[in-house]
């Protein structure tokens, strides 16, 4: 969490990661580079700088490819869920590399010209009408344009001042610059008549992200509407050890947020599952000292009464519970965010 948007600090763990990504980068480019002049074909060159340009134009798409697969296997898996961490760095970095293949591309190929090379690079191809010849370059600057407005909104002092839900709809827009890298790829691969082994693992990473969200989205609806709603506004959760102690149970109501049921020890508590920073599914997390802990990014609340303690304010709607003969109820109706909601305690009957 942060309070005041001071500098960040990097940490041991971070500099370990940065120094961990750098050096992943500078491999992918190094093997990239390699194994292009060791299959160049008979009597085709490329230049170093045409090299450099086509290797970190890979780093770039296969950093995005990585950074969209993460969200679905977090939710597939919590093993993955610690690589939403270090999401942000690898979004940064991802830009980094994409800017400087859109600065060697238009220095190369546009920067000789007695014309602005941005202005070169929009007008030298005019024919969008025709999908043989269509200006692909644009496409890359679109997107490169979404990942710049990304890269520069990533911190906390965006989210918290533009709010949850539209910082998370700028984001979103990831996907729609993801869209046009592919399509930025496939048409330069058609117009050059080199549909390529690199085309087609473009191809193939795009198909294996659409398949992840779509095996997460059918997850995600199967556990939506696997609980009972009783008439009385009660949802029956499931049996009170079948939810492990320090961890969430998951239910969606008919309306509103999903709720995140916990037990600790002996205590049942309801908070909404939707983290007020990024979203982030709180019932997947855990209860540490005393506070549920966010997976994707550390924010804490209190169970008790779904703030985040001090000296931060975030806070979130709290549940009514109830347990009968075993089985834990959640209320649906949300309380007031911050309301101090008493815990049902096992082996004690709680009424509405």
Known sequence: MS????????????????????IGVAIFLSVYVATAVLTQPPGQSFTPIQLMIRALGAAAFSLLTIILAIGPLARLSIRFTPALY?????????????????????????????LNPLVSLLISNPRYDAIGDFPFESLGLIALLFLFLLAATSHDFWNAN??????????????????????????????????????????????????????????EHARDTANVHNGDGWIEVCAVMDIPDACARIVTPPRGERIAVFRDASRIFALSNVCRHQGGPLGEGRIVDGCVVCPWHGFQYRPEDGRSPPPYAEMVSTYRTRIENGVVFVHERPLAPGAHTPPTLIGAEATA
Not at 193 to 216: C, K, N, P
């Open 3 to 22: 309070h005041g948007y001071r500098i960040v600090q990097w940490t041991p763990f971070k500099k370990s990661f940065d120094l961990a990504l750098a």
């Open 86 to 114: 270090n999401r942000r760095h690898l979004g940064v970095t991802c830009f980094a590399i994409a800017l400087t293949h859109a600065g060697l591309v238009v220095l190369w190929y546009h920067g000789f010209s007695d």
């Open 162 to 219: 533009l709010g949850p839900v539209l910082w998370k709809s700028i984001h979103m827009s990831v996907y729609l610059a993801y869209v046009l890298i592919v399509a930025h790829v496939m048409l330069g691969a058609v117009q050059s008549a080199r549909i390529d082994v690199y085309a087609w693992l473009v191809a193939g990473a795009a198909l294996s992200v659409a398949i992840l969200h779509i095996v997460a989205a059918l997850r």
